[in-house]
């Protein structure tokens, strides 16, 4: 690691630098209709008709045809970086209790 100049900044060695992505992707630089171009209507109109009626059916399915087991105990510890993530991931095992081939017969 070394110093460096960026755009007349100094950033001195060691230094952590945080890269706000949205704006790579949206900046007005190389997109000529600047953040217009990305709004959410146009990414995500097509999809949210499916998830209305999606969610609805797997949701209380997830919830009520399946016991959720935790693998191990778990505690609430953080790990370090941009997110909350717990420090251990939470490991469930999904035992159904229905018996699907019975349902469908």
């Known amino acids: 690691m070394r110093d460096h100049e960026l755009y007349g900044v100094h950033i001195p060695k060691n230094t952590f630098v945080f890269v706000k992505i949205w704006s790579i992707g949206t900046g007005r630089v190389r997109w000529t209709s600047g953040p217009s ?19 609805p059916t797997v949701l209380p399915t997830l919830i009520q ?4 087991r935790v693998n191990r105990p778990f505690n609430m510890n953080e790990r370090p970086g941009l997110t909350v993530s717990m420090a251990k991931d939470l490991v469930c095992i999904l035992v159904s209790w229905l018996d699907v081939f019975q349902l469908l017969n």
């Open 37 to 55: 171009a990305f709004c959410s209507q146009r990414r995500g109109r097509p999809s949210l008709q499916l998830a209305m009626q999606e969610v």
């Open 65 to 68: 045809g399946i016991d959720w």
